[in-house]
C-alpha cells in the first residue's frame, strides 16, 4: 500500500463505517415503520450516504450543519449514536429531542448538528445565521446546509445567498440532487442549472459525484478550508440518488420513476459498494475485515433498535416543557404564574 | 429621576444600552443603519456600533429573518427590525415554523434568543398594506412571547427585557406613538414579561387596552369620570405571557369588562381575553364582556372610511355607560 494510503486509511475506514452505519440504520428504521412499531413516518437516506459522510468527514464537532427531513444521514455522519437517534424515531424520552421532534427535526448540538427540518428549503436562513455567528463572534467554524434539489424551488435559498455572499460568510450549500423533488422528477421542476443559480451571486459552484465518498471529502475539505480562510460561501451540487420512495410509505412509485432505473443505480453506482471495492483493490482492507465491519455494525444497529422498543416514553408531564427556555411549565406561564 | 422622552428615543436608548452591556446583540433589517429605518428610531446607532453590528439587508423579510434565527442559535443575541408589522405575512415560516418551535423540538437543546421589533397601528393613511396589526396572528403561536408597548416608558422597560429574554420575543410598536413623549427614569429599569399595569383605578367597569388602546382607554375613562362613572384601566403589556391575574383581580372587582385592541376584532385578542374573563371570572360579572377591535375591513385608504375602523374613547365610553347601566350592548 503507498504511504499516503496507509496514512489515510483510517479516515478510509471510517467513511466506509460510516456508511455501512448509516444504511443499517435506515434498513432498521425502515423495518420498525414495516412492522408498525414506529410512530408517523420517516423518509430514507439510503442511496446518498457518501454525500453525507463525504461532507461530514472534512468537517469538526466544532463546524455546523443543518439537515433535512431525509436527515438521519447527516445526523449520523455528524456524530450521533444510533441508539439515541432510534428512541428519538420512536419518541422515548431518551432521544436527542426527548422524543418532541422525531426523525425530522433531530438535532445534536454537541457534534454541531443545528437539526433537521421538515419545512423543504427551511433551513437555509438558519446556516447562513450560523455562519454570520461565526464571522461576528471571530469563530473559526464553517457551516454546511444540506437541502436537496427540491429546495432549489424555494425562494428563501437566494434570499440567504445572496447575504451570504455579500458578506462573505462560512457556509457551504452542499445540494444533494437525486433526481426527484418528492414525486416529481427534478428535471420537470428546475429550469437552467442549478450550479448557475448559485454562480449569479458570485458564489464558485461545484458539481461532484455524490456517489463517490472520495470526491466528495476532496472537494468538502477543501472548501470547508477556504471558508475557514474567509474565501466562502461555496456551493456544491451533488449527483445522488434515492433508493427508496420520497417516504417510507411511497412503495408504488412507478408512475414517476421506473423499477429498471432503481436497479441500474443499486448495480452501478452503490456507494458502499464501490467504496468497498476500491479499498480492497488498494489493500487498505481485506474482505474479512470489511464482511466483519459489516457484521459489527449490524449487531450494533440491532441492540440500538432494541434498547429503543424497551426504553421509556417521556413522562406526561414533560408536554408543556421546553416551549420556553427559562419556563418549566409553559402552560401555567403563559397565564401569567411568576416564576 | 425622570425625564419626558419619546417612544422612539425609549427604543433606541433600550436598544443602545443592551448593545452596550452586551457584544453579542446585533441589528438586522432593511435601513437599519445610516438611514435609521424611515421612522428613524434606530439613528445614531451605527455611529456608535458599526456596520458589524447594525446590520443593513437587502429588502428579504425571509432571508434576513432567517439568518438571524441561525445566528441566535449560535451565539447571537439579534434584534429584528421588521419595518412594518403588515411584513410578518413574509417572515411567518422562519418565525412561526423555526424560531418559535426551535427548543421545543430539540427537546430544550436549543434556543433563540431573537428580538423581532415591529409597529402595528392603522390612521395614517397608509392603506390595507401598511397599517394592520398582526398580534393575534403570533400570539396564536407555542414558543414566542409577545409585547405590546403603550407609552415610551413601557417601550424602553419591555424592549430590554425582551433582549436579555432567552426566547424569540415580538414587540409591536404603535407606529403613530413614536413621537408620543412620556416620563422615563434616567437610571436603569426592565418592565418583566408578563406584568399587568393598573394604569387607573376604577370601581364600575374595567377598561383594559393594549398599546395604543390604553391611550383610548384612558381617555374613555376621563370622559366616563365627567359623568360620574368610575372606570378602572388596565394595560396587560404583554398577551404572551398574559397577567390574567390583574386582569382577572380588577374584573372581580369592577364586575364589568370591555377589551380594547386594535387587531380585527374576529378570533383576535379581544375575543381571547374576553373568553379568559369568562371563563375565570364569571360569576363576578354584572354584564356581558364586550369586544372592541378593529373593524373587521381590509383598512381602507380614506381618512373618511380608516377612522370609522378604530375604536375610539368615545365608543368606549358609550359601551361602558351602557354596560353600566344595564343597557344591552351590541359591539362593532
Redesign the interface.
Same mark, same amino acid.
Request: glycine letters at 20%; a positive charge.
Given at each position: 500500500m503507498p504511504r499516503d494510503k496507509k496514512a489515510n486509511a483510517e479516515a478510509y475506514l471510517r467513511m466506509y463505517r460510516q456508511m455501512v452505519r448509516i444504511r443499517a440504520f435506515e434498513d432498521n428504521a425502515n423495518q420498525l415503520y414495516l412492522n408498525a412499531k414506529m410512530p408517523g413516518l420517516t423518509h430514507m437516506y439510503s442511496g446518498q450516504e457518501a454525500v453525507a459522510v463525504g461532507i461530514c468527514e472534512a468537517l469538526t464537532d466544532e463546524d455546523?450543519i443543518?439537515s433535512t427531513h431525509r436527515g438521519h444521514g447527516h445526523c449520523l455522519a455528524k456524530g450521533a449514536e444510533l441508539k439515541l437517534m432510534f428512541c428519538e424515531l420512536l419518541g422515548k424520552e431518551e &432521544?436527542?429531542?426527548?422524543?418532541? *421532534?422525531g426523525s425530522m427535526?433531530i438535532?445534536d448540538?454537541a457534534h454541531g448538528n443545528? *437539526?433537521a427540518?421538515a419545512?423543504v428549503g427551511?433551513?437555509?436562513?438558519?446556516?447562513? &445565521?450560523?455562519?454570520?455567528?461565526?464571522k461576528?463572534?471571530g469563530?473559526n467554524y464553517v457551516t454546511v446546509c444540506f437541502f436537496g434539489d427540491g429546495a432549489t424551488a424555494q &425562494?428563501?435559498w437566494y434570499?440567504?445567498m445572496?447575504?451570504a455572499a455579500?458578506w462573505k460568510l462560512p457556509v457551504i450549500y452542499a445540494c444533494e440532487n437525486n433526481g426527484y423533488s418528492e414525486y416529481t422528477p427534478t428535471d420537470e421542476v428546475v429550469a437552467g442549472s442549478l450550479t448557475a443559480r448559485a454562480e449569479a451571486f458570485a458564489i464558485e459552484a461545484h458539481q461532484v459525484d455524490g456517489q463517490d465518498v472520495l470526491a466528495v471529502n476532496k472537494c468538502a475539505t477543501e472548501l470547508a478550508e477556504r471558508c475557514r480562510r474567509g474565501e466562502g460561501p461555496f456551493f456544491i451540487e451533488l449527483e445522488t440518488y434515492r433508493y427508496h420512495g420520497h417516504h417510507v410509505g411511497d412503495i408504488n412509485r412507478d408512475y414517476y420513476r421506473s423499477k429498471e432505473e432503481e436497479a441500474r443505480w443499486k448495480a452501478d453506482r452503490d456507494p458502499i459498494i464501490n467504496f468497498g471495492r476500491w479499498l480492497l483493490s488498494e489493500g487498505v482492507a481485506t474482505k474479512e475485515e470489511l464482511a466483519a465491519i459489516g457484521s459489527e455494525i449490524g449487531d450494533e444497529a440491532a441492540a440500538a433498535v432494541e434498547y429503543a422498543l424497551a426504553a421509556p416514553y417521556p413522562d406526561a408531564i414533560e408536554v408543556d @416543557?421546553?416551549?420556553?427556555?427559562?419556563v418549566e411549565h409553559?402552560l401555567p406561564? @403563559?397565564?401569567?404564574a411568576?416564576q | 429621576m425622570t425625564r419626558e422622552i419619546t417612544l422612539s428615543q425609549a427604543v433606541n436608548e433600550a436598544i443602545a444600552e443592551e448593545m452596550r452591556r452586551d457584544e453579542t446583540v446585533i441589528l438586522v433589517g432593511e435601513d437599519v443603519a445610516e438611514a435609521g429605518t424611515p421612522f428613524k428610531v434606530l439613528s445614531g446607532l451605527v455611529e456608535e456600533f458599526g456596520t458589524d453590528r447594525v446590520i443593513d439587508t437587502p429588502i428579504a423579510e425571509p432571508g434576513f429573518m432567517g439568518i438571524a434565527v441561525g445566528a441566535a442559535m449560535t451565539g447571537l443575541r439579534p434584534i429584528v427590525d421588521l419595518m412594518f408589522g403588515d411584513f410578518l405575512y413574509l417572515v411567518m415560516d422562519q418565525l412561526c415554523n423555526q424560531a418559535a418551535k426551535t427548543h421545543y423540538m430539540s427537546g430544550g437543546k436549543l434556543n433563540v434568543p431573537l428580538v423581532l421589533r415591529t409597529n402595528l397601528g392603522a390612521t395614517r393613511r397608509s392603506a390595507a398594506q401598511h397599517s394592520q396589526s398582526l398580534h393575534a396572528l403570533v400570539a396564536h403561536i407555542p414558543g414566542l412571547k409577545v409585547a405590546m408597548p403603550s407609552s415610551a416608558y413601557e417601550a424602553k422597560g419591555l424592549l430590554k427585557a425582551a433582549i436579555r429574554d432567552d426566547n424569540p420575543v415580538v414587540i409591536f410598536e404603535d407606529k403613530l406613538m413614536y413621537q408620543d413623549k412620556a416620563p422615563v427614569p434616567e437610571e436603569e429599569y426592565l418592565l418583566p414579561l408578563g406584568e399587568a399595569a393598573i394604569l387607573r383605578e376604577g370601581l364600575e367597569v374595567t377598561l383594559i387596552g393594549t398599546s395604543s388602546m390604553r391611550q383610548v382607554c384612558e381617555k374613555a375613562a376621563e370622559i366616563l369620570e365627567a359623568d360620574g362613572i368610575s372606570a378602572e384601566v388596565v394595560d396587560p403589556r404583554t398577551l404572551v405571557p398574559l397577567d390574567e391575574g390583574t386582569i382577572l383581580g380588577s374584573v372581580r372587582k369592577t364586575s364589568r369588562a370591555i377589551v380594547v385592541d386594535e387587531g380585527h376584532q374576529n378570533f383576535g385578542v379581544t375575543a381571547e381575553i374576553a373568553a379568559r374573563i369568562s371563563e375565570k371570572a364569571f360569576y363576578h360579572l354584572d354584564a356581558p364582556v364586550i369586544r372592541m377591535g378593529a373593524m373587521d375591513v381590509p383598512v381602507p385608504f380614506s381618512p373618511a372610511l380608516e377612522d370609522l375602523t378604530v375604536p375610539t374613547p368615545e365608543a368606549v365610553a358609550a359601551n361602558a355607560r351602557a354596560l353600566v347601566r344595564g343597557v344591552p350592548v351590541h359591539a362593532l
Open positions: 455546523r443543518t &432521544g436527542y429531542c426527548r422524543g418532541k *421532534g427535526h438535532a448540538q443545528l *437539526g427540518n419545512i427551511g433551513s437555509a436562513g438558519i446556516a447562513t &445565521g450560523a455562519a454570520l455567528s461565526a461576528r463572534l469563530r &425562494g428563501l434570499e440567504v445572496n447575504m455579500l @416543557m421546553h416551549v420556553f427556555k427559562g409553559a406561564y @403563559m397565564s401569567g411568576r | -
